[in-house]
Nanobody
Framework: QVQLVESGGGSVQPGGSLRLSCAAS????????MGWYRQAPGKQRELVAR???????NYADSVKGRFTISRDNAKNTVYLQMNSLKPEDTAVYYC?????????????WGQGTQVTVSS
């Protein structure tokens, strides 16, 4: 059974920092692309950042230079360091694992963690 468990969300003032963690089980973590997505009220879920098995990363333009995604394959955990947070970063943040095998795709989601940026 696949489980992705996020932690680290909370409330912070603009300019502050948070670090999200996502612990994975039930998957071969090292070969999965891990991503962080977010969904703000009334908006569609969007990609924030992702990292593949060889640590290549990509980011949404809105977070480049402020957020950093990383992974620790020994701990089956992916992180999202968020600095210089803005009110528009307020959203529920979801962890995702993805792997393709031929025509098959395997995608799993965590339950989400709330991030609120407000003064």
């Amino acid at each position: 059974q696949v489980q992705l468990v996020e932690s680290g969300g909370g409330s912070v003032q603009p300019g502050g920092s948070l670090r999200l963690s996502c612990a994975a089980s039930g998957i071969i973590f090292s070969i999965n692309t891990m991503g962080w997505y977010r969904q703000a009220p009334g908006k569609q879920r969007e990609l924030v950042a992702r990292i593949n098995g060889i640590h290549n990363t990509n980011y949404a333009d809105s977070v480049k230079g402020r957020f950093t995604i990383s992974r620790d394959n020994a701990k089956n955990t992916v992180y999202l360091q968020m600095n210089s947070l803005k009110p528009e970063d307020t959203a529920v943040y979801y962890c995702n694992s993805f792997r393709s095998a031929g025509r098959a795709e395997y995608s799993y989601w965590g339950q989400g963690t709330q991030v609120t940026v407000s003064s």
